[in-house]
């Protein structure tokens, strides 16, 4: 914390600091984060560092790639230290999950949602602490006790000798003081950052704008060399032979040269990496490669769920209650492949000398990508050091449980002379070809309704398990369930006596992975499409009969009430052509509600003009953050429900960029207003959780409307 600490490299200063690592340990490519027995108090310098300038800089073990943890660690250990946030900044931590893991996790990860809900105690603990120290330098320099001591916006004062000073002045000498065993939080109610829309302006905000902000896709160095890697146009399939003369005569091509995963160029710029990976010329192998097309394997996941699969959640006996009387409902959801797509695709630079390899790139997954990269270039973990760069975006595309990108980097790094810096770029195709899609599900659901009342509800799904077979799987899979394939599927919000969720495990070489809010994005779906066509077979409106429903989850009930009386919801309809549809969801362990006002225009194609939308995350560190990832999540859930699909045909991708892959336009999006419900709860997710309830509101609309949910997405086809 001290000024003499910025004398040192940032990896030397915090290899000393104290670790707090707790919670379960992922296995990442048979490498753990180990937990020690008891976790040892947090040192401030791991999280903190004050110049002699009075700059405080918050060292941020998460990436930020748009979701806004920077803002948000910044600003719950500025408000604990009491900083004057004018001179707050926030640099990326080292790869280190001794000290930086996710505590969640137990890996040095960003996912799932967890960047404030996993920190949110550790970096209040920082704040208070270096506080604390710092009043103690300053008691001990002035001679007076420490309770008589006030610190407010990075003034630190005393008032009967009417002293003052900034947080630099005394740095150095609170570094070397004993850390505290016990500090003091302060009530919510002396907050001035946390719940408050002040700051109001994010920290990475200003370099984003004036464009001095550094991502990957801006790395240069002496000598560098741009990769581009030729891989299988069918997931599965292998490289039988290469020839490469053509490429080779292409101007600034310096090398050709197989890897695992494909054939890569070796170019002195970007342009002629593209012009000599087009001239290459190679014969495929595809005997393990898919060659199914997705409306075969949908029609086949459809077969297979007429028959039941495993349990994945279960009460009562919802056979016995389906064939007891009533109207019974049938109802089949397919959702499509569907790419990540982030503004800024995969990218990483790296430089390996032969014994340390130095990465720079927007990693996700620290942890895992250090393992990667160790065990490709037979290194230990702590020779790979990785500096985490700002991202453009992810959805989750950027943390994969191989580390396949930071694999992929190494190899191109070995197979060139030592000391040879390599940047490796996926181009936007690459990744649209390349996979780690969310998967393709389907859905069957039977539900009985009888006297105005839902009585009996059982759902067959079928998709592939990214899980199942990766490094995660002990960590995410028991006795064969995948709890991720059905999460918000396998337990309801709502109270039904006799309930029955199964699932079937499909397989295929085309590589899945998480998708922004994972298993809520089918889930969602089909289970808040069908209870509103339930509730209407029941004769009940969809927000009332939702709420008699829900008495064993009253943060979702105060999230739909409170959507209600924001929007002044009466009914679906509205007049005007328009009609209005609601879900509701959990995911993350934040409650989200939304009602969607759609009309349906003369091209058939839905249209969405407001959505409103609730949400109970727990205590809200940025108010003004909390709305813009759900604003974002809107937006990106809506272009998705409409447009988006990876079609395989023949077992080859059958889209290629934004041209094809099509995403919501800015004259699209809808007019969105947003409540945040108070809360005492621990701060829970906000990334992933405004996207589930998005399209089944607009379906549910439609239906409203006259017109059929979709039972297949996207709504708009080609």
């Not at 069918?234 to 310096?254: Q, T």
């Not at 490796?424 to 996979?435: A, F, K």
């Not at 009386?565 to 409650?591: C, D, I, M, Q, T």
């Not at 336009?665 to 007019?671: G, K, L, V, W």
């Amino acid at each position: 914390m001290g000024a003499h600490d910025m004398t040192l490299s940032r990896r030397d200063a915090l290899k000393a600091a104290g670790a707090l690592v707790v919670g379960v340990c992922l296995p990442v490519g048979g490498l753990k984060a180990q937990a020690p027995k008891g976790p040892p108090p947090i040192t401030p310098n791991a999280f903190i560092r004050i110049g002699a300038d009075d700059m405080v800089t918050i060292l941020s073990k998460h990436i930020e790639f748009g979701q806004g943890p920077y803002t948000g660690l910044a600003t719950i250990a500025a408000e604990e230290l009491d900083a004057d946030w004018s001179k707050v900044r926030v640099e990326s931590a080292p790869a280190d999950a001794k000290i930086y893991a996710n505590l969640m996790l137990g890996a040095q990860l960003t996912g799932g949602s967890s960047a404030i809900a996993n920190s949110f105690d550790q970096m209040r603990q920082a704040g208070a602490m270096a506080r604390a120290m710092l009043v103690q330098a300053a008691a001990t320099a002035w001679k007076v006790p420490a309770s008589e001591i006030a610190v407010s916006k990075g003034v630190i004062s005393h008032g009967k000798s009417k002293r003052s000073a900034g947080f630099g002045t005394f740095a150095e000498a609170a570094s070397k003081l004993p850390m505290p065993k016990q500090v003091a939080y302060k009530d919510a109610s002396a907050y001035t950052l946390i719940g408050k829309d002040k700051p109001g302006v994010r920290v990475d905000s200003a370099d984003k704008s004036t464009g001095r902000a550094k991502f990957t896709i801006d790395m240069t160095a002496p000598g560098m060399l741009t990769v581009l890697v030729a891989r299988s146009p069918r997931f599965g399939g292998a490289v039988r032979s290469f020839d490469a003369s053509e490429a080779m005569k292409v101007k600034g091509v310096v090398a050709v040269k197989q890897i695992s995963t494909g054939v890569a160029v070796y170019a002195k710029g970007m342009w002629p990496a593209i012009k000599g990976r087009k001239a290459l010329r190679i014969e495929w192998d595809d005997s393990k490669a898919e060659t199914r097309g997705s409306e075969e394997m949908i029609a086949a996941y459809l077969e297979q769920t007429r028959q039941p699969g495993t349990v994945h959640g279960q009460k009562g006996d919802a056979a016995k209650a389906l064939a007891a009387g009533g109207e019974v409902i049938e109802a089949e959801y397919v959702f499509p492949y569907l790419a990540h797509a982030p503004m800024e695709p995969l990218d990483g630079f790296m430089i390996f000398d032969g014994t340390t390899a130095k990465a720079r790139f927007g990693s996700q997954g620290q942890t895992i990508d250090q393992g990667a990269i160790a065990q490709v270039l037979g290194i230990p973990m702590d020779k790979v050091e990785i500096d985490t760069l700002l991202a453009g975006g992810s959805f989750g595309r950027r943390a994969t449980p191989n580390g396949h990108l930071a694999a992929e980097l190494a190899e191109v790094a070995k197979a060139m002379p030592v000391g040879t810096p390599v940047k490796l770029v996926w181009t936007r195709e690459d990744d649209i070809h390349g996979g780690y899609y969310r998967p393709l599900f389907v859905h069957r659901l039977k539900g009985a309704v009888k006297d105005g009342k839902i009585t009996a509800w059982s759902n067959t799904m079928m998709g592939q398990s990214f899980m199942i077979g990766s490094s995660f799987e002990a960590f995410a899979v028991r006795n064969g369930v995948d709890a991720i394939m059905s999460e918000g599927s396998s337990k309801l919000l709502y109270d039904i006596a006799d309930f029955r969720c199964d699932a079937h495990v499909a397989k295929s070489p085309v590589t899945t992975l998480w998708w922004r809010s994972v298993g809520h994005t089918h889930t969602g779906y089909a289970v808040e499409c069908f209870v509103d066509q339930l509730l209407v077979a029941a004769g009940q409106d969809p927000v009332a009969g939702r709420l008699a429903m829900m008495g064993g989850n009253p943060r979702a009930a105060g999230a739909l009430k409170a959507v209600a009386e924001l929007a002044g919801w009466k009914g679906p309809k509205v007049g005007n052509g328009r009609a209005r549809g609601v879900a509701v969801v959990e995911s993350f362990s934040s409650y989200v509600a939304q009602i969607a006002e759609v009309s349906m225009g003369e091209n058939g194609e839905p249209k969405v003009h407001k959505v409103w939308a609730a949400v109970d995350c727990g205590v809200a560190v940025n108010p003004d953050i909390i709305r813009a990832q759900l604003e974002g999540g809107i937006g990106f859930a809506l272009g998705h429900a409409l447009y988006a699909e990876v079609p395989l045909e023949a077992g080859r991708p059958a889209v290629s960029n934004f041209n094809d892959y099509r995403s919501l336009r800015i004259n699209e999006m809808p007019e969105i207003e947003v409540v945040i419900v108070q809360s005492k709860e621990a701060p829970t997710g906000i990334g992933e959780p405004g996207v589930p309830p998005l399209a089944p509101a607009v379906a549910n609309a439609m239906a409203a409307l006259g017109h059929k949910r979709p039972a297949r997405l996207p709504m708009v086809r080609a």
